[in-house]
């Protein structure tokens, strides 16, 4: 990665270009931009970016090909920007290959996080596996089956700690339920969404403080879920 | 065959009882006149003669009251005159009375026929004509068609004492196909009785609308039957017409008063909408303005004004395509199984900054079953509960979000808050859109939150109303425990001492 990351925005809305490169320049990040899908597809190709803000409504393309022709060759992090209304929309982008979204309209430092996210799972992807996961109070170890918080043991089910592994070592991202279904249940059990609820709501009553107001597991309405590591 | 001759007997009556009748009374007359022969004055007879032949005349119509003249005119040639107990006449003069005596007998019985014939078709007009007023009277109250289509039937069926009535309106894109069919149940048998048809076309100026098809026993119809028929046809035909003329204007009505409620919408949203724009643009250029240094504190004064301004903006705008999905039948809710919990949390997070003057208390149960909805929507239900009940309530009271099963199906919620109460007469009229219960400039809102509310959970098959509480204000809705009559089913995990999966 070059010291000064690279940021690829594709939106056609002038105005939301001219603030994204302002905010993301001051950032320290390297910015281009983009108004059509197929203009950020070549721009992509020319000068390969650390990563990718992506609008779903471009006037050439749909930004959902534009996300499936970049999964052609590319694992740059993908960040999507949608509105309120089409959390089917955002759930087809990120089973499409996008790695996040972020709802219109939206606040700088909701969208800095996202980037910081993107960014370290990037550089996990392509680095070692970690076998130990540790956040807050919690230690997650992968290879031993293990999770402590605070020093103690937290007795799991098999599969709620296959749900909790999956969800952390995915920290920050925003995951769909079908994702999270077929990785944990089985691919035949993609739509299940009851199995879903019914795990999240023991493992929050295991791990959380307060399970009504969760601080690791979080839910994304329409979409999925995303787990938070304090940083 | 048979029939025909049971038929047949069924009317000897009217054809041949008549004259029989007149042929006795005939009979009986000349008795008493021979009886009487030796005090009366022969020239009377013949006086007397006509009084038996008027009689049959007017009982039983003209064809009796001629037979009668004829017999008179043989009973006198035969009894009275000379010589008597024959037909021969011997004096001319004689002949000329008899002649003369036919003569005035027959006309006498026609004319009184006549008028009996009119009199008995002047009593059918009338009865027609009543029968004609009842079926207009009936079907002038009438607006629904499947309505006047039975109002048809009922009335053809007693007028003509059919066996069966079938009114058949069809579908032209303009009214619904209804057919009405008399009496109900099992069908007489068309078959084996001697059963006539008649038909009579709905028509309309413009197109055919359907038909009215009557069978009955015998007699044959007669044409002032058909043409009766034919205008109850017409009289139907106006009444469906009307009615559907008044559906018409029902709906042009509806129309516009959809179209005054767009206009009315446009000009709250635009005023909605100016408010935050100002706020933003003061702000804004304020911060850009040259001329002043601000200070920190107001710096970032102004910039939390175009950040609250910026999620209000954002809130109208999410309220108006809210409605307009609604309104446009385009919900669509996308259920899934959800967990209320979860959508609490959700919401709350998302209104963190609006929520720092109230409490709020959740009070739902940790065992809530799972309920199948679209977790965006009901969401979104929340959300303007919540906001209205922070606009309404004062500050630091509490706004209180409660959830039970009511029965097994059943959820049922309620967001509850120290606010004022509602006049009992407001509380249906507040979910209806632009519907605000006090006009104070305090409260701010296009109007539409509670009414995309009631749009959301109608949509999930639930119900919401409002009510008043001893201490405060609550709306309540339910929302299904089931899809198609299931709960959800999770496989059951025992709990295992050690956390591997493998073993």
Redesign the interface.
Same mark, same amino acid.
């Given at each position: 990665m070059s010291p000064q990351p690279h940021i690829l925005v594709i939106d056609d809305e002038p105005q939301i270009l001219r603030a994204m490169r302002t905010i993301l320049t001051a950032k320290q990040f390297k910015v281009s931009t983009a108004a059509r899908g197929e203009e950020g597809l070549a721009l992509a190709a020319v000068q390969p970016p650390d990563l990718i803000i992506l609008d779903l409504s471009l006037p050439d393309i749909d930004g959902l090909e534009v996300c499936k022709r970049l999964r052609e060759w590319t694992q740059v992090p993908i960040i999507v920007l949608s509105v309120?209304?089409s959390?089917?929309d955002k759930v087809m982008a990120l089973d499409s290959g996008a790695d996040d979204y972020l709802t219109k +309209?939206f606040?700088v430092e909701e969208l800095l996080a996202r980037i910081r996210v993107a960014q370290r799972h990037a550089v996990r992807s392509t680095g070692a596996k970690q076998p130990i996961i540790t956040t807050g109070d919690l230690e997650i170890d992968l290879a031993d089956?293990?999770?402590k918080q605070r020093g103690n043991l937290i007795?799991? /089910?098999? /599969?709620?700690?296959?749900l909790l592994a999956y969800l952390a070592s995915h920290a920050g991202r925003v995951l769909t339920?079908g994702a999270i279904l077929s990785h944990v249940w089985g691919p035949g059990e993609y739509?299940h969404?009851?199995?879903l609820?019914?795990y999240?709501?023991q493992l929050r009553k295991k791990l959380e403080a307060d399970?009504?107001? +969760?601080r690791y597991i979080i839910?994304?309405?329409?979409v999925g879920y995303r787990f938070i590591t304090e940083d | 065959m048979r029939l025909q001759k049971k038929d047949f007997l069924l009317h000897w009556p009217d054809t041949l009882s008549h004259p029989l009748m007149a042929a006795l009374v005939m009979l009986a007359a000349t008795g008493i006149l021979y009886a009487l022969r030796q005090v009366i004055n022969p020239l009377s007879v013949e006086l007397l003669y006509l009084l038996p032949v008027g009689l049959c005349a007017t009982v039983w119509g003209l064809d009796s009251g001629v037979l009668a003249a004829i017999l008179a005119f043989l009973g006198l040639n035969y009894f009275f005159i000379e010589p008597r107990f024959t037909f021969f006449v011997h004096r001319g003069q004689d002949i000329i009375v008899l002649v003369v005596f036919l003569g005035v007998a027959i006309f006498i019985s026609q004319m009184v026929g006549r008028t009996r014939n009119s009199l008995a078709a002047a009593r059918a007009r009338e009865r027609d004509a009543i029968r004609l007023y009842k079926l207009s009277e009936e079907l002038a109250e009438l607006l629904d068609d499947r309505a006047i289509v039975l109002c048809i039937a009922q009335n053809v069926f007693e007028t003509f004492q059919a066996s069966r009535v079938e009114v058949a309106i069809s579908d032209k894109g303009r009214r619904d196909s209804i057919s009405v069919t008399l009496p109900d149940g099992q069908p007489p048998n068309l078959e084996v009785s001697p059963h006539t048809a008649m038909r009579i076309p709905l028509q309309s100026p413009e197109e055919s609308i359907g038909e009215i098809r009557v069978w009955r026993m015998l007699p044959e119809w007669s044409s002032a039957e058909e043409r009766l028929l034919q205008t109850f046809s017409y009289q139907g035909v106006i009444a469906l017409e009307r009615s559907r003329l008044i559906q018409a204007e029902t709906r042009a009505r509806v129309l516009e008063e959809s179209d005054r409620m767009k206009t009315s919408l446009l000009s709250s949203v635009s005023h909605e909408l100016r408010t935050p724009l100002a706020t933003i643009k003061a702000a804004s250029t304020g911060l850009l303005s040259q001329t002043v240094s601000w200070d920190s504190k107001a710096r970032n004064e102004l910039l939390l004004a175009i950040?609250e301004e910026?999620d209000h903006l954002?809130l109208l705008v999410?309220n108006l395509?809210d409605m307009s999905?609604i309104e446009s039948g385009a919900l669509n809710p996308?259920r899934?199984?959800?967990?209320l919990?979860?959508?609490l949390?959700?919401v709350l997070n998302r209104l963190r900054t609006t929520l720092r003057n109230h409490r709020i208390e959740?009070d739902?149960p940790e065992d809530l079953p799972?309920i199948y909805v679209?977790?965006?929507q009901i969401?979104q239900v929340f959300a303007n509960l919540i906001n209205n009940s922070l606009k309404y309530a004062p500050e630091d009271t509490v706004v209180r979000i409660m959830a039970r099963k009511h029965d097994p199906d059943t959820l049922m919620v309620q967001v509850s808050n120290q606010g004022p109460h509602v006049a009992e007469d407001d509380l249906e009229k507040i979910f209806e859109k632009f519907h605000r219960v006090t006009s104070s400039d305090r409260i701010t809102g296009t109007g539409l939150g509670l009414s995309i509310c009631k749009g959301i959970v109608e949509a999930h098959g639930g119900r919401i109303w409002a009510e008043n509480l001893p201490e405060g204000f609550a709306i309540d809705f339910t929302l299904p425990l089931t899809w198609n009559g299931t709960f959800?089913?999770?496989?059951e995990?025992?709990?295992?001492?050690?956390?591997?999966?493998g073993n």
């Open positions: 309120r209304e959390e089917r +309209p606040g089956h293990r999770v007795k799991l /089910t098999a /599969t709620e700690f296959k339920y739509d969404v009851e199995y609820r019914v999240v709501r399970p009504y107001q +969760p839910n994304e309405p329409g | 950040e910026t954002n999410g395509l999905r996308d899934r199984w959800n967990a919990d979860e959508i949390d959700s959740v739902v799972l679209d977790d965006v969401g959800p089913q999770v496989p995990e025992y709990e295992s001492t050690a956390a591997h999966p």
